[in-house]
């Protein structure tokens, strides 16, 4: 079975500044790695996806998230926050090549202050 | 763009009574989900579903839920007889293709939020 954990469930932070919202799995077997961010109102939407290959994975937003298999986490980072980057973030995690089932974390509460 | 949609955005039920959730998923998308999310809880997994059959489902997803494909384009959760625990915001999501690496990707509709009275 597999579990994720984000240890934050809400992370307020300044504009500007630098913000990291931690992610840590658990799995017996090897997965896919995703964020999903929810914008107030809004569905669910992917930030960006770690499968294989280079373990920095970048979003079009400056977002980055870096997997790291000793320690089974997915942090995801951004340098600069921005007033729109207010939302709730969610880690997640797949089967390697086995049904889509997401298993999702509690989520992260990013809240932005001028 | 392609887009999950779900209807209606907002369902107000009476306590037994049955509801159907409705989802149009992405057109050429073959893999369907519905997630739940209890107010403050976890996205919860709910059940997949592929080729007219489930293929998937969490121990939520009991005798009470039910899931259909009526026609080409939907793609329906029924609660039979709600109760006020089932009060959530309900997700459909669909993919290409569930188990190969190149459509991991699940698009997700905006939800519909279900509050039981």
């Known amino acids: 079975a597999q579990s994720v954990t984000q240890l934050d469930s809400q992370v307020p932070v300044f504009e500007e500044a630098p913000v990291e919202l931690r992610c840590n799995y658990s799995?017996?077997?090897?997965?896919?790695l995703f964020w999903y961010v929810q914008y107030p109102n809004q569905g669910l939407q992917l930030l960006l996806k770690y499968l294989s290959g280079s373990t920095l994975v970048e979003s079009i937003n400056g977002f980055e998230a870096e997997f790291n298999k000793s320690q089974t986490s997915f942090h995801l980072r951004k340098p600069s926050v921005h007033i729109s980057d207010t939302a709730e973030y969610f880690c997640a995690v797949r089967r390697y090549n086995q049904g889509g089932k997401l298993i999702f974390g509690q989520g992260t509460e990013l809240s932005v202050k001028p | 763009e392609p887009e999950v949609t779900q209807t209606p955005s907002h369902q107000v039920t009476q306590m037994g009574q049955e509801v159907i959730l409705r989802c149009v998923p992405i057109s050429n998308h073959l893999y369907f989900y519905w997630y739940r999310q209890i107010l403050g809880q976890k996205v919860e997994f709910l059940v997949s579903f592929y080729n007219n059959e489930i293929s998937e489902k969490s121990e939520i997803f009991d005798d009470q839920f039910s899931v259909e494909r009526p026609d080409g384009s939907n793609f329906t959760l029924k609660i039979r007889s709600t109760k006020l625990e089932d009060s959530a915001m309900y997700f459909c999501a669909s993919s290409e293709n569930g188990r190969t690496r190149a459509s991991t990707e699940a698009f997700f509709g905006q939800g519909t939020r279900l509050t039981v009275v």
């Open positions: 799995s017996s077997v090897s997965v896919y």
